[in-house]
C-alpha cells in the first residue's frame, strides 16, 4: 500500500524556518509530479510549491524567495524548507504526489502537518 507521511511541522516563531518532510513509503515502481500543499482553518488547500520529475519547479506567489521544494528520490523523500516564516503560513501542510504503484498511476496525499507561526 502506498502511503505519503509528512513530519517536521510545529511551532515557530515569526521570522523562524521549518522543514517539512515526507516520506513515500509501498511498492512505488516511478514518481512523477510531487508538492506541497496547506489549508488554513475555514480556507480551501492552496497549492504552495511542485516538482516536475525533470527537475523543474513551481512556487505560490506567498513562497516565492522564501521556501524550497527538493527531493531526494532514491530516499522516496519530499522536503519544503521554510525560511522567514510569517503568521500568514501558519496552516496544515500536505504532500502529494503523483506515484506508479503495481496497480498503475495514481496521486496520492498525506494526512497532513501541522505548522503554526506564533510569538
Known amino acids: 500500500q502506498v502511503q505519503l507521511v509528512e513530519s517536521g511541522g510545529g511551532l515557530v516563531q515569526p521570522g523562524g524556518s521549518l522543514t517539512l518532510s515526507c516520506a513515500a513509503s509501498g511498492n512505488i515502481w516511478n514518481t512523477n509530479t510531487m508538492g506541497w500543499y496547506r489549508q488554513a482553518p475555514g480556507k480551501q488547500r492552496d497549492m504552495v510549491a511542485v516538482?516536475?520529475?525533470?527537475?523543474?519547479?513551481s512556487y505560490a506567489d506567498s513562497a516565492k524567495g522564501r521556501f524550497t521544494i527538493s527531493r531526494d528520490i532514491a530516499k522516496k523523500t519530499l522536503y519544503l524548507q521554510m525560511n522567514n516564516l510569517t503568521p500568514e503560513d501558519s496552516a496544515v501542510y500536505y504532500c502529494?504526489?503523483?506515484?506508479?504503484?503495481?496497480?498503475?498511476?495514481?496521486?496520492?496525499w498525506g494526512q497532513g502537518t501541522q505548522v503554526t507561526v506564533s510569538s
Open positions: 502529494t504526489g503523483n506515484l506508479q504503484s503495481p496497480r498503475g498511476w495514481a496521486t496520492y
Open positions: 516538482i516536475f520529475n525533470e527537475g523543474g519547479s
